[in-house]
């Protein structure tokens, strides 16, 4: 079975300095490695994605997470957060199986709160 | 850029009626999904859906739930008798065959009274 963790359920940060948002996961076979973002009353929209090859992946709005197998970890970051970043942020793991389909299996979520 | 759609937007309900939330998936897209996020918590999977039939479904997604694929188009998740632990945003996702990211819809956010 898979886990994930996200170790801030809250993280304020003023406007215009850097953010690490924390994850770790559990896993027993290779997995898919996503950060979705959900503003105030919308859906989940996709930040970045793990896939394979190169650890540092980044996405948009600026966002970059670092893949680290041996510490099983994810986490996201951005050097110089805006206002407009004010939202939860999830992450999620999925692995492939034989059925050809994905569960993906969420953290909790981090409410990032950035300060004027 | 295709997207997931979902309707209604907010669905409000009485304890014990039927509710259906219907989905519009990518077209090319073959795998289903829904997913549910009771205020304040983390999304969790329900069910997912190929072929016409569940692939998986997890211990939430009970006998009051139902999933169809009534046309070549719309996804539906029906909730028999609803509770009001059944109140939550409602998600649907698709992807496609070999693929490796689920697309998200907005979401339905169900109230039971």
């Known amino acids: 079975a898979q886990s994930v963790t996200q170790l801030d359920s809250q993280v304020p940060v003023f406007e215009e300095a850097p953010v690490e948002l924390r994850c770790n996961y559990s896993s027993s076979v290779s997995v898919y490695l996503f950060w979705y973002v959900q503003y105030p009353n919308q859906g989940l929209q996709l930040l970045l994605k793990?896939?394979?090859?190169?650890?540092l992946v980044k996405g948009i709005n600026g966002f970059e997470a670092e893949f680290n197998k041996s510490q099983t970890s994810f986490h996201l970051r951005k050097p110089s957060v805006h206002i407009s970043d004010t939202a939860e942020y999830f992450c999620a793991v999925s692995y492939p199986n034989s059925g050809g389909y994905q569960k993906v299996t969420f953290g909790i979520g981090t409410k990032l709160q950035v300060i004027p | 850029e295709p997207e997931v759609t979902q309707t209604p937007s907010h669905q409000v309900t009485q304890m014990g009626q039927e509710v259906i939330l219907r989905c519009v998936p990518i077209?090319?897209?073959?795998?289903f999904y829904w997913y549910r996020q009771i205020l304040g918590q983390k999304v969790e999977f329900l069910v997912s859906?190929?072929?016409?039939?569940?692939?998986?479904k997890s211990e939430i997604f009970d006998d009051q739930f139902s999933v169809e694929r009534p046309d070549g188009s719309n996804f539906t998740l029906k909730i028999r008798s609803t509770k009001l632990e059944d109140s939550a945003m409602y998600f649907c996702a698709s992807s496609e065959v070999g693929g490796h990211e689920q697309f998200f819809g907005p979401g339905t956010r169900l109230t039971v009274l």
């Open positions: 859906f190929y072929n016409n039939e569940i692939s998986e």
């Open positions: 077209s090319n897209h073959l795998y």
């Open positions: 793990y896939l394979s090859g190169s650890t």
